[in-house]
Nanobody
Framework: QVQLVESGGGSVQAGGSLRLSCAAS?????MGWFRQAPAKEREGVAATNSNGRTTYKDSVKGRFTISKDDVRNTLYLQMNSLKPEDTAMYYC???????????????????????WGQGTQVTVSS
């Protein structure tokens, strides 16, 4: 059984930065960050595998960086140059099997991930 606990959300002005953390217990292979804005579908933001490979949603490339500390079993999302359209509830997700991150947007499909955190709110004001 895998448990995921997110932290680090908050309110920031456009152009600012936040770092999200996700503490994981149990074995995971692929981990990712998703977000869901009111009245919108949940969308994948970034993911990483145990081999270090990463993938990103096009709109966050160059602004967000996903990383994982294997010693602490903690996933991070460094978010820079935040925009109001980044406002959403952010969720940490994990899969206990490899997801092929070379397959782009497919690898950020929520249905592939079998464990989820409770979410942390990110609000970006203009």
């Amino acid at each position: 059984q895998v448990q995921l606990v997110e932290s680090g959300g908050g309110s920031v002005q456009a152009g600012g930065s936040l770092r999200l953390s996700c503490a994981a217990s149990g074995y995971t292979y692929t981990m990712g960050w998703f977000r869901q804005a009111p009245a919108k579908e949940r969308e994948g933001v970034a993911a990483t595998n145990s081999n270090g490979r990463t993938t990103y949603k096009d709109s966050v490339k160059g602004r967000f960086t996903i990383s994982k500390d294997d010693v602490r079993n903690t996933l991070y999302l460094q978010m820079n140059s935040l925009k109001p359209e980044d406002t959403a509830m952010y969720y940490c997700a994990a899969a206990t099997f490899p997801i092929d991150l070379s397959r782009g947007s497919w690898s950020l499909s929520a249905s592939l991930y079998n464990y989820w955190g409770q979410g942390t709110q990110v609000t970006v004001s203009s």
